[in-house]
């Protein structure tokens, strides 16, 4: 029995509000569940030292908790100074993953940013970030194509991600905090919209899994990344 | 003629959401316009090293704008490795501020810290902060009494803020970023809801200003931060 | 009773030392009361990369305090890896408030860097600062017209400031440290040679202050930097 | 056919050298075919202040590479002032990894830290560095338990690492940096020699990957690393 | 021929001004021709963490250069954020250097924090800032003496440095920037009251230098340190 | 009786290792008893912003210790963010070493980067670390002949260093860390193959040395620079 009575393979409600902030060509808020994540994508032209003159843009992604989206406050990594190794990694992973959606050279010399801000956290922000970044990065496209930046649409597929894990032994699809605070594996995945696996991240603590867990829940995902994928298709219709 | 349209005494629509997010003992959403602020409070036992056993609490604050809250993106502090000038001048002064209103010998050996996260800038944003928070601070409050946490409550009064500037020679309460980015001075005021000033600060661009539009300010502010505080205390009620 | 003796509309005195220092353009020791900073004006050829081709120069400030320069030891920020949120408040303060004296334009592509570091502290220094620093402007602009740097004087008026602020329920003028640290406010005035006010940063500690209490520091605050001007004018001359 | 001549299940030669270096309580240098890396693993009694008082140990570890270890020079973490975020993801794997071979209760209240560092690279240094700190890692344990620190021992399982990638269309494992730099996907799997699966990550560079050739190449790891353990269990025996 | 005009073995004219500033146990402005250091000794009462519970005392020492004490402007290292290496290596040498001057057990658990800042430099701030700590060390520590912090003087010997160099194929004494920025070799000596040898750091620019010409410039080291010494001991009585 | 039972004038025996690693141009490594560094010269084309158009190259050094170098585990100093002062006094030392064995314009406009890291220390790592550098120095510089980068051989000479020192009153040559953390002094020479003095560093730890013991100690280290540059040229040919 799941701590929020969902079936094992059930997805929590997920909410996709577009321009929900009014600067950043795109900007999404996405909720799953008690998650929320604001997702913008921000085009300026010009690409990073290292790719100038190679003829393609660029695509990079930031990722922030806000203070206290969690339980107990976290230190403000501004005022650390300095972002944490988990921060690091989520951000590369979002970048990475969306990177994977776009035709770099059809993008011409520009370049997107990323950034997900989690407002408030109950497991599976980073899924969560990538979910709703994708939608961000499709309306950040749109204004590109509609201010004719680029003539060709370099979106390859949409994106979209979600955690899996094994919960008192049982695979289970999206974990809420309650879960992943205590499951012995936790995986994410990234997969596009054909089925394509993008990116796998999975850990164990405390006990390990078998190729055949493995199996099971790369199953789960699947099928929870087919309904995420066509909640996105909804809310860009 | 303000571009917004409105009368030179007339502050633009104030909303305020309470429990904006579900894990801050106190958190609020505040719209002042299009600027748009979350302001939580965070409740912690313990006090600073350079209070420890000095038999009182401790208030502090923390500001930030999200990357994509303004026009153009702004580097993320975090990712930067340090806040800039503007940041720490901000959130020192709605410390100030808001320690201005507590009893910190009656909060015992507690510290709530103030996080200011502007989710949207149009002008205002460090004045909407404390105005926002003011409340935050209250419910944070609230909750400790609730808890027992302390016996007496420690809040003194509400505090409220807003900007008065000259535009186009002429003294105006409330400046968005139309009028803010070209206004000749720029004045943020902070007042309790005893017409008692807390912090004041003024700047001249371009023109200097006289002790006469000094005084044309100081009407036009404390006509507004009544209203705000009428406004305030609506939504604590 | 002022601690010093002083009547509340007496400056401390003040000395100034030209050319205390030989390499910069400008160097100025200025001394009021006990508190003692070096100001140094240096000029660069060349603006920050923001101003890049538009045609106009820069003023920058920056102000740091000895380790020892006040009571008890401070950390060197130089060691610590970054200067606190005082110093940036400060020298931002100190940068606008002398930028307000210069015709930007009339510069040419060159930045004034404008030094200010405190030797020994006794309250006020930062309104010292300027008023030193407005000094040591005035003398490397001289030599920008000596040297044929610049063939049109940039300067459009000495910029001076004083510290004002109610001292057991009195409005006093120029507070030193034993005042500063026990006022109820504590205000900070910077007025070109016109009358005009520049900046007005006034901060309550403790009780709040009134308009009435405002309008007779502002009152003291002319009288004192009317003073302080012919001071700095006779120094110049 | 790969560059290397290597069969699509074929590992590179491991060479293992125990006690490569004598301060340390346990110091190995693995080579994997060109790939050298230093691993030591330092015992200190005490743990790190969220542990205290929890009666248990801790282990953690740290990864870095020379500036010259690969083909043109990186500059050096330490005078760039920050690790990078690959550095800060590939320690906190090799952390998660070898945290998961030890009954941190057994070990007391002494923290064990890893430190993995690159002196010549090609292509799956933080493999090697897993399957090296796995052995010094055993001869740190073997110490502790001569030196009579600890009574019991905390090592549950030996843990090795490969990477597994689709070259060329084709599953192979093992990957140097030839192939690596260009694959199509590249997953690295962590298991110990029960052939439990502790950490997975994949991420595919240009085309994507499907379940299938998951399941092909988490075969291929699973020989791979059955080779690997007995490299281990030889060297220690 | 030197620029100034001096002879090879004739030092600048040293001025040493005790309580320059009015809050440090010990105050020494230091003028050596026209370099101008400020050197306190400060008194804290406690010792760092790795002198804990040993019974003994510490000193340190921290050096720092105006922005513009130099004939260019350099940069602030507080808001560069951190120190350079010539900056930390020499307040490490004048830390050492000191250091050797006290007994650190007859200390007492206290620690003197030596800050040497350079107001005006025309070469050899090094050695005038050891040499004019000295003093202001000499000072702190009767100052500890009058309060009772100690009983017996832990002051060892006076401590005093000078430069040698080889100015123009000729051995010379006390390099003023003229001369040190074209020497082929310049020294750094640092010698106590007794003419025991305690620092010697030699660096040949260009040509190298010979056992013989170390030989000579020792000589004249011995020499000026000689008049040195008479001059701290005339300021002290 | 030295701990090592080595005569006073007795080197630790010295091993040299070209070609330790296969990507740098020069790469060595040094043994000298129980001391191991691995010494690299990396070219790059092109120098630093302060060199640009001036028609000569660079040289320049970096060194570190690997955490468990030593007998205890320090710090890694890419995870505390800062290199420590004794890391920066001494790649200072390295680089200016070295510069001094090369004719900078006969360079080209090209960069070499020395990395001196510390596999194990026991004691003399910065002198081992010149020692070794110069024959990767060397043979990087061979590279550049053999590519053409450049015309004429810009080696001025070999340069090689070692400490001395002074352990229970008598001069010693080479100090290892049994000697050299009790010595009374300890000083590190520089010198080239012409007998030349480079770089010369000496401390007196508790007691001070006399001129005559400096006499003594260059004496020493003459003799054991010259076997050591026998030893570089024989591993060269």
């Known amino acids: 029995m799941r701590p929020s009575g969902r079936t094992s393979n059930q997805l929590r409600p997920i909410q996709i509000t577009r321009q929900f902030t009014s600067h950043a060509e795109g900007s999404v808020l996405i909720e799953v569940g008690d998650t929320r994540v604001l997702c913008t994508a921000s085009i300026e032209s010009g690409v990073p030292r290292f790719l100038k003159g190679k003829n393609q843009g660029w695509l990079t992604a930031e ?18 100074g300095k972002q944490s190794g988990r921060t690091q990694e989520i951000q590369r992973l979002i970048g990475r993953s969306l990177r994977a959606a776009v035709d770099l050279e059809l993008l011409g010399e520009n370049t ?55 919960y008192q032994g049982t695979p289970v699809l999206d974990l809420d905090y309650a879960e992943d605070s205590t499951a ?27 190729p055949t867990e493995l199996a099971e829940m790369m199953q789960l995902a699947q099928q929870g990344i087919s309904e995420i994928i066509e909640i996105q298709k909804a809310s860009l219709s």
């Open 63 to 80: 990722y922030g908790m806000l203070p206290r989206s969690t339980h107990t406050r976290n230190a403000r990594e501004a005022a650390r």
């Open 112 to 166: 997107i940013t990323i950034d997900c801000d989690v407002l408030q956290a109950d497991g599976g922000t980073r899924t969560a970030s990538i979910t709703g970044a994708s939608i961000a990065l499709a309306d950040a496209i749109k204004y590109m194509l509609r201010q004719k930046m680029i003539q060709t649409n370099p979106l390859k597929h949409m994106v979209a991600a979600i955690s899996v894990g094994i």
């Open 184 to 210: 012995e594996t936790d995986m994410n995945i990234v997969m596009n919209e054909d089925k394509g696996i993008i990116e796998l991240q999975g850990t164990a603590e405390g006990a390990t899994f078998s």
